[in-house]
């Protein structure tokens, strides 16, 4: 199984950005599924999760209200729009899956960078 993230840039703060994460390999239908984030000389954090369904997301208090996590299960896909960014927000993202609901994720995509200028 792969994963691989699309979609990072540099983007002015208040702006918008849509991440795209596609699933190779397996039918992304197995997978529950999230968006993590690195900043420089941070630790990653949990950014968004979606269930393999698509009814149930959850996020990160950060993320509440600006960013939004949905899934194209046909086009094995997996998006994060990004609104009012702000440059707290620059970091790596990382998509990540995982087959159990209660378990830890599985396989990890490289990361696409995002950087939100001030």
């Known amino acids: 199984v792969q994963l691989q993230a699309f979609g990072g840039g540099l983007v002015q703060a208040g702006g918008s950005l849509t991440l795209s994460c596609v699933v190779s390999?397996?039918?992304?239908?197995?997978?529950?599924m999230g968006w993590f984030r690195q900043a420089p000389g941070k630790e990653r954090e949990f950014v968004a999760f979606i269930n393999r369904g698509g009814s149930s997301t959850s996020y990160a208090d950060s993320a509440k209200g600006r960013f939004t996590i949905s899934r194209d299960n046909a086009k094995n896909t997996l998006y994060l729009q990004m609104n009012s960014l702000k440059p707290d927000d620059t970091a790596v993202y990382h998509c990540?899956?995982?087959?159990?609901?209660?378990?830890?994720?599985?396989?990890w995509g490289q990361g696409t960078l995002v950087t939100v200028s001030s």
């Open positions: 390999g397996r039918t992304s239908r197995d997978f529950h």
């Open positions: 990540a899956s995982k087959t159990i609901l209660w378990g830890g994720y599985n396989y």
